[in-house]
């Protein structure tokens, strides 16, 4: 499976951006997959923002991203969105998308033991 994250930027506070992120591979499509998105500032481990189950029946978000970000999934498209409204300096940060396979309604919060990560890709939020 591979994960081409895109949408990433420079915006000022208050501003929205929209991540997307593309997976593909034949594995990918045969099985249930859970995608996240998942952040890094420098010198920090990487951090849960926002997951949607396969059925996108189940989502969760980060304390500090509810309200202001929405994820979503099309799964006809295999691609997974982030959209990202009334954004924070502190939002800043290299933004990853990642897949991992399980059952039912499994959403990836865990950073630990996540089958697949995407590149990664900057946003940067002005003051």
């Known amino acids: 499976v591979q994960l081409q994250a895109s949408g990433g930027g420079l915006v000022q506070a208050g501003g929205s951006l929209r991540l997307s992120c593309v997976a593909s591979?034949?594995?990918?499509?045969?099985?249930?997959?859970?995608m996240a998105w998942f952040r890094q500032v420098p010198g920090k481990e990487r951090e849960f923002v926002a997951g949607?189950?396969?059925?996108?029946?189940?989502?969760y978000y980060s304390d500090d991203e509810k309200g202001r970000f929405t994820v979503s999934r099309d799964n006809a498209k295999n691609t997974q969105y982030l959209e990202m409204n009334s954004l924070k300096p502190q939002d800043t940060a290299v933004y990853y998308c990642?897949?991992?396979?399980?059952?039912?309604?499994?959403?990836?919060?865990?950073?630990?033991?996540?089958?697949?990560w995407g590149k990664g890709t900057q946003v940067t939020v002005s003051s």
């Open positions: 949607v189950s396969f059925s996108g029946g189940s989502i």
């Open positions: 990642v897949a991992d396979r399980g059952r039912g309604e499994y959403v990836p919060r865990l950073r630990g033991g996540i089958d697949y």
């Open positions: 591979g034949r594995t990918f499509t045969n099985d249930n997959f859970g």
